[in-house]
Structures are given as structure tokens and as C-alpha cells.
């Protein structure tokens, strides 16, 4: 099991900000690959940002410049940072974990593909207006 718990959604004002927070504990492996998903009213959920067990980072092409995801290992929280937030941005917004390969030790699957996460939080909501 790997506990996620996710902070910091609120509603803002297009071209706002916000830092969004997810809590981890579990193995160090498998916390190496932590991801940022989310999930707008009526849509599939998207991968936004992501982070491979060597620490390079992948982001979805809607949010690259604008989103920052960054991790802290000694607090066990992963960020997630918003700039010049757009309605489109609104969403449910969750952290991830995906395994490990245990010959490689790489993280398994696509970085930013839902059906490569098998633990989940439970989300917190940005609503941006306009």
C-alpha cells in the first residue's frame, strides 16, 4: 500500500496560482514514481505531470510551462504548481504511484497513463473561473 493523500485545491481567478500538495509514505522505490492526474466534469481522467524513478520529469502538452511538479523527500510530499491557471484547468486533481520494474528498477508503463498507477488518493478540486 502506498497512502497518497492530496491538499491545496481551492477556487481561483483565471491566471491565478496554486501549489497543490500529496502526502506519501511507502517504499522509497516506489515513491520514486509519483504522478499528477486529473479529471474535469464529463471528461477521462489525463496524466498532467509525472516523475521517473531518476527523477526526469514528463508533462502533458496542455500544461508545459505552466505546471511545475517537484517533490521533497524529507517531508514525504509531492507538488504540483499551477501557474496562470485557465478554466480549463478545473478538475478533480490526483497524485499517483506506479511500480517499479524489479529487474530494471525503472517505473513500469507510461508516465502519464492512468492504467499504469495502481495506488490512488482521493483528489482535491481547482476551480478556476473566469
Known amino acids: 500500500q502506498v497512502p497518497l493523500m492530496e491538499s491545496g485545491g481551492d477556487s481561483v481567478q483565471t491566471g491565478g496560482s496554486l501549489r497543490l500538495s500529496c502526502a506519501y509514505s511507502?517504499?522509497?522505490?516506489?515513491?520514486?514514481?509519483l504522478g499528477w492526474f486529473r479529471r474535469a466534469a464529463g471528461k477521462a481522467r489525463e496524466g498532467v505531470a509525472a516523475?521517473?524513478?531518476?527523477?526526469?520529469?514528463t508533462y502533458a502538452e496542455s500544461v508545459e510551462g505552466r505546471f511545475t511538479i517537484s517533490k521533497d523527500n524529507t517531508n514525504s510530499n509531492l507538488y504540483l504548481q499551477i501557474d496562470n491557471l485557465k478554466p480549463e484547468d478545473s478538475g478533480l486533481y490526483y497524485c499517483?504511484?506506479?511500480?517499479?520494474?524489479?529487474?530494471?528498477?525503472?517505473?513500469?508503463?507510461?508516465?502519464?497513463?492512468?492504467?499504469?498507477?495502481?495506488?490512488w488518493g482521493q483528489g482535491t478540486q481547482v476551480t478556476v473561473s473566469s
Open positions: 499517483a504511484a506506479r511500480p517499479p520494474s524489479a529487474v530494471s528498477g525503472k517505473c513500469i508503463g507510461r508516465p502519464l497513463d492512468s492504467n499504469a498507477y495502481n495506488f
Open positions: 511507502g517504499r522509497l522505490a516506489i515513491t520514486s514514481c
Open positions: 516523475f521517473e524513478r531518476d527523477g526526469s520529469t
